[in-house]
T-cell receptor, first 111, second 118 residues
Framework: EDQVTQSPEALRLQEGESSSLNCSYT??????LFWYRQDPGKGPEFLFT???AGEEKEKERLKATLTKKESFLHITAPKPEDSATYLC????????????FGAGTRLFVKA | DVKVTQSSRYLVKRTGEKVFLECVQD?????MFWYRQDPGLGLRLIYF???????EKGDIPEGYSVSREKKERFSLILESASTNQTSMYLC?????????????????FGPGTRLTVT
């Protein structure tokens, strides 16, 4: 069964304290892995797409990496405005248009 | 920028009522989706549509139906609302894979409708 698991469920950081969020997946034929950011009361906002193991993408303080079994979202020197829920999602080659979402990691960054 | 709008941010309905949630996208996307989001469960796909008048069931279609009469509009219908349908409902759209060369299928989400059924 295709599955996406994110850890930790919640993460509390001090401003400037770098860390990583994990997304492990089990799918048949990965087509793409997506990271989204979701602020409270809003819809998810697209961040990155990764297609193959070894691929990396960066945007400001965020860097996403991909292996054959998991993806990491690295946050370097976070700021309070980085506080949000980060969602990981995968699209499997055999699933047509179906995208499977993880439950998310809630990130809190304290000034 | 892609814009996906949903008809209501907050909605309160009574058990047994018929509920319509509307979603409109302005980027000429082929695919549209309806999800519900509940704490600890993540986003779960209710229905999706890859073309006008076409629809496919997602993981949890029971108690819901959809309508796509125009490319830009995708409606979710709760035939007879129940308390277990209290949730955040999110609409999304994405470009057709064939047209995008199969390289990118990220979804663009609306702001969500928080539905409470009492």
């Amino acid at each position: 069964e295709d599955q996406v698991t994110q850890s930790p469920e919640a993460l509390r950081l001090q401003e400037g304290e770098s860390s990583s969020l994990n997304c492990s997946y089990t799918v048949s034929g990965l087509r793409g892995l997506f990271w989204y950011r979701q602020d409270p009361g809003k819809g998810p906002e697209f961040l990155f797409t990764l297609y193959s193991a070894g691929e990396e993408k960066e945007k400001e303080r965020l860097k996403a990496t991909l292996t054959k079994k998991e993806s990491f979202l690295h946050i370097t020197a976070p700021k309070p405005e980085d506080s949000a829920t980060y969602l990981c999602a995968v699209q499997a080659g055999t699933g047509g248009f179906k995208t499977i979402f993880g439950a998310g990691t809630r990130l809190f960054v304290k000034a | 920028d892609v814009k996906v709008t949903q008809s209501s941010r907050y909605l309160v309905k009574r058990t047994g009522e018929k509920v319509f949630l509307e979603c409109v996208q302005d980027m000429d996307h082929e695919n549209m989706f309806w999800y519900r989001q509940d704490p600890g469960l993540g986003l779960r796909l209710i229905y999706f549509s890859y073309d006008v008048k076409m629809k496919e069931k997602g993981d949890i279609p029971e108690g819901y139906s959809v309508s796509r009469e125009k490319k830009e509009r995708f409606s979710l219908i709760l035939e007879s609302a129940s308390t277990n349908q209290t949730s955040m409902y999110l609409c999304a759209s994405s470009l057709n894979l064939r047209l995008a060369g199969g390289l990118s299928d990220e979804q663009y989400f609306g702001p969500g409708t928080r539905l409470t059924v009492t």
